[in-house]
C-alpha cells in the first residue's frame, strides 16, 4: 500500500518568516505516494534518466521540450578535475582490459558490449589527455504534470514511450518522489544524485534548449515573419519562412540540387511565384519550356528563343534609360564589351582559340565596330550595333590577306551566319526583356546553341539588373546549369554573376540536377561557396558522398537526402539547417507542376504555347497516292486513321 504524507501549511507562523510573495508559490497541500505527488490541486511524477544511447546528434534531446503535455526538465552538470577523471579512466581501462583478457583465456565468446566500451574508453582517456575534452557528471531529471490521477497514469505511459523512442532508460523516483519533483525544480538542488559520465561533445549534443526551426531576424518582433514560405518543417511542423534579402545576408544568391523528379523545378518556381508576391523583379532562363505557364498567368514577358524572328546580338552596347529618357553607360562599356565578345566565341567554337587566333579574333572586333561607325568615342556609342556576319566578313577579309588564324575563325563561325544556326545572330536583337517576369525559353534552341543561349540571355539579364537608373531587388533562375558549366567561359561568367550580383541588389538561383559534373570543377564549387542559402533534394547514391564532403553533411542529414521524399530537402543557410517539406496551393500548384499527367487533364495546356514549335500539316490529302488504285491497300491490314 502507497504511504501518504500531507503537509499542510500552518496558520501561525511567524509574519517574518515568509513575505506575501513566497507564499504564493508555496502549494496549500502536498500529498507524498510512492510513486507521484499532489501539489494542491495537480498530480506529478518525476523520473530519473539512467541509460542513454551510445551514440547522439546535436539537440537529440529537444523532443523533450516538444512534449504536448507540461514536462519540466533538469539537467544538473557537474564537473569532475582533470586528475580525478585521469584516474577514473584509468581503473576503468584496467577493469574492462582484466574482463577481455579472463574471456580470451577461458575461451568464451567476445561480449560486443565489453568490446565497445573498451573502445569508447580508450577513445575517450586520448582525448581527454590531449586537452581536447573534460568530464562532466550528468543528471537528468523528468517531472511529468496532470490534472487527476488517471490522466497522469496516461502522460507517465506517453512519456516513457517517447523517452524509449530516444533509447532513454527512465526509472520511476519511487519512495522518493518529493526528492524528485524538488530536482526538477529552478533551485539548483539534486537530491536523487543519479547521474552519468559525459564528456565535453556528449553533453553539448544533450542539451535539450535548441531549436529545428531557423531563427526569426528579430525575435522581440511580432510582425508576421518576412520572406518567402519554402513550405513546413518536417522536425516541428513549424512554417519556414527565410528571406534571401534580409538583414545580415552576406548575398542574395541560392543553390538548388537534386536528383531529376526531386521536386527541384517545383521548388525553384514556386519559390519565383512567391518572390513576385513581394515585388522582386524575377529573370528566368528555361531550358525545358517549364515557366510559360507561370508567365502567361502573371503576365509576364515570353522570349521564345529559337523561334523565327528572335535574336539577340551580342554586340549591343550596356545603355542604359534613365528615367528622364536620359541614355548613359559605363565609361569602359566598349572595352568590356569587346571581352565579352572573346567569350561569346569562346562558347561558339567550343574553346578557346590560341594566342594567334586571340590576336586575329580582337583586330577583327575593333574592326566590325568601326565599320559601323562605333569607336571609343562614346557620342558614337548609340549608333546601330554591328552583328555577327559583319565579324566573320571582317576575319574573312584578314584571312584573304594572310592571317591563317583569322581565316579558321571565320570558317568556324560559317555556320552561326550562314549556315543552320544563323537564326539567333541573323540580325539585330529583335526583343527588349523588360518586366517584372521575364522568361527566356531554350527548349526549341538546337543543341549546339543551348550553351551561347544561356550566355547571351544571362547578358541581357545582367544589364538589366547592373543598370544603376532602377534599383530594386531582383532574382535571376538558371535552370539546369550544368548545360552552362560544362563549358569552361560560361562558367566563369556564371561565377562573375554570382559574386558581383550582390552590388547591384541581386540574387541569383542556380539549379541543377546534374549535381556530381556541376561540383566537378573549381568553378562549380566556388558558385556554391558564393551562395548564401544552399538547399539539397534528395540525391543519388552515387554522388552523395561528394555532396557529403562539400556540403560537410552528417550522417544523419546523408540519410535524409538519400531518402527523401518529393520536395522533401534541407535548406543550409549559414550554420542554421533544417528539413522542410515544400507545399503549395492548389492555385500555386496549378501553375508551377510539370507532371506530365497532370497536364494532359488541363484545359489550358494548348494555349501556353507548348505547340508553338510545331505547324499544322492538315489532313492527310492522299496525294502521295494519287494514280494509285486505292483497292492496293483496301486490305483487311490496313486501317483508316481519320474520321469518315
Known sequence: ?????????????PAASASSAAAAFTPDALSVAARHLEVGGEWVASFAVVGFPREVHPGWLAPLLTYPGRLDVSVHIEPIDPATAASRLKKQLAKLEAGRRHTAEHGRLFDPHVEAATEDAYDLSSRVARGEGKLFRVGLYLTIHAATEKTLADEVAALRGLCASLLLDAKHTTYRSLQGWVSTLPMGLDLIGMRRTFDTSALAAAFPFTSPDLPAPDPT??????????????????????????KGMHNHNSVILG????????????????????GIEVAVIDPEDEYARLAAAVGGVYVHLGAAGVRLNPFDLPIH?????????PKDALVRRSLFLHTVIAVLIGGEPDAAGRAA???????????VGITADARTWTRPSPTLRVLRDRLADAGQAGDRAAAELAARLHPFVEGAFKQLFDGPSSVNPEGHLVVF??????DELKAIGT????????RRVSNPAIRRPRLVVVDEAWLLMKDKAGAEFLFRMAKASRKHWGGLTVASQ??????????GKAVVANAATQILLRQASQAIDEITRVFDLSAGERAFLLSADRGQGLLSAGTQRVAFQSVASPTEHHLVTSDPAELATYTDTAETGDDAAFVDLGFDSGDLTEGVDGDEFDSDDQIHLDAA
Open 514 to 523: 546534374d549535381t556530381p559534373d556541376f561540383l566537378s570543377s573549381d568553378l
Open 361 to 371: 579574333l580582337d583586330r577583327a572586333i575593333a574592326a566590325t565596330y568601326q565599320s
Open 259 to 278: 536528383r531529376s523528379g526531386a521536386g527541384k523545378s517545383y521548388l525553384v518556381k514556386l519559390e519565383l511565384l512567391r518572390s513576385l508576391y513581394r
Open 1 to 13: 500500500m502507497a504511504t501518504r504524507t500531507r503537509k499542510t501549511r500552518g496558520n501561525h507562523r
Open 321 to 329: 534609360t534613365r528615367p528622364d529618357g536620359r541614355r548613359t553607360a
Open 221 to 246: 518582433s511580432v510582425a508576421a515573419p518576412s520572406g518567402v514560405l519554402y513550405g513546413y518543417n518536417i522536425g516541428s511542423q513549424g512554417l519556414v519562412h527565410w528571406d534571401r534579402f534580409g
Open 441 to 446: 525559353s531554350l527548349r526549341d534552341l538546337p
Open 455 to 462: 550566355l547571351l540571355t544571362l547578358d541581357a539579364v545582367w
